[in-house]
């Protein structure tokens, strides 16, 4: 008779499957099946759960830990060895992209959220972040900083004031230190776009940048690879008006519009024609009735569309 695992036997043995959980995630070569086994792995026990976590934990720190630094930690080499690894592979499944199922940089977020889906937050500092479709964040707060990580997505912070410890948002390469305010970022086209409804936040457009730049209520600048935008005005109200479900567009390219509806959809549009792409629309659109609003991209634009398996359309 096989004799039981003693407990701290059954701990390894938990530790070492939530480790490869994480690899399998990350690796992009996980299938829909993977995702599912994961979230019902983790629904087992509150063990399981807690073990993935902290190999989520360790997934991060092993990200941010020079190698020098990895080979002192002995206790964690094989796990954070093994997690490092496949924090190097970039690519996940095409049909976790195009919304079927969270990605797996989805489910080791602290927040996402899905296709279509807003969610509020009230973080532990008495901070309230509303999270836009198909976003994801991570929390890290400090006793000298209070850091948050958007990795995608769109999100508006309403920030509890506390000057001893910071609130930063980074993303992209770059940061957004608010100044007691409320504001938004946002992944739009290749960079970020930030937006500040109420007080002012500091930006830096890449880490380690001395240069910052103050935007303020009213105001919205991006930043990306091609550098820093001139601040600008612009009416907040109409470019957070997706809280209640609309966008609401003046002469903004084509591109823009459906990067937004990709957010409230199963499977993804894509525009096959560069030109098209920088074609200027307005008007209001209703985010919960994404096909109607193509449909009058195809009219309105006189473009065809190709409709394809798994929610894929091709305009042209």
């Given amino acids: 008779m096989t004799q039981p695992s003693s407990p701290s036997n059954q701990s390894e043995s938990r530790a070492s499957q939530a480790n490869a959980w994480v690899v399998r995630i990350t690796s992009g070569r996980a299938t829909v099946e993977d995702a599912r086994a994961l ?45 490092a690894a496949a924090c190097l592979v970039a690519a ?8 079927v199922f969270p990605s797996g940089y989805d489910l080791l977020a602290d927040y996402y959220t899905g296709v279509g889906e807003h969610r509020q937050v009230r973080l ?39 000057p001893d410890r910071p609130f930063v948002v980074s993303a992209k390469g770059g940061t957004v230190t608010a100044l007691g305010t409320i504001f938004e970022v946002r992944y739009q086209n290749d960079g970020i776009q930030v937006t500040c409804t109420q007080g002012a936040v500091e930006v830096r457009d890449r880490q380690g940048a001395t240069e ?27 470019v957070l008006a997706w809280q209640q479900n609309l966008l609401v567009f003046k002469a903004r390219p084509l591109q823009d519009l459906v990067d937004e509806l990709n957010r409230y959809r199963q499977g993804r549009v894509i525009i096959a024609d560069s030109k098209k792409a920088k074609a200027p629309v307005s008007g209001v659109f209703h985010l919960q009735r994404p ?3 193509l449909q009058h991209i195809e009219n309105s634009l006189q473009l065809s569309a190709i409709r394809l398996p798994a929610g894929i359309i091709v305009l042209r």
């Fill in 39 to 83: 979230k019902h792995w983790c629904a087992l026990t509150p063990e399981n759960a807690a073990a993935y976590r902290e190999a989520v934990r360790l997934w991060k720190l092993a990200g941010q830990l020079p190698a020098s630094s990895k080979r002192r930690r002995p206790g964690v080499r094989l796990a954070a060895s093994s997690i």
């Fill in 92 to 99: 996940v499944l095409g049909t976790m992209q195009i919304g």
């Fill in 124 to 162: 532990a500092d008495g901070s309230i972040v509303e999270l836009d479709a198909k976003t994801r964040m991570s929390i890290d707060f400090s006793d000298s900083e209070r850091r948050i990580s958007l990795g995608d997505g769109a999100a508006i912070f309403h920030v509890q004031h506390d």
């Fill in 212 to 238: 910052r730049a103050r935007v303020r209520a009213g105001e919205q600048l991006a930043y990306g690879a091609r550098g820093t935008s001139p601040v600008a005005l612009v009416e907040s109200e109409q």
């Fill in 291 to 293: 096909d109607e609003v």
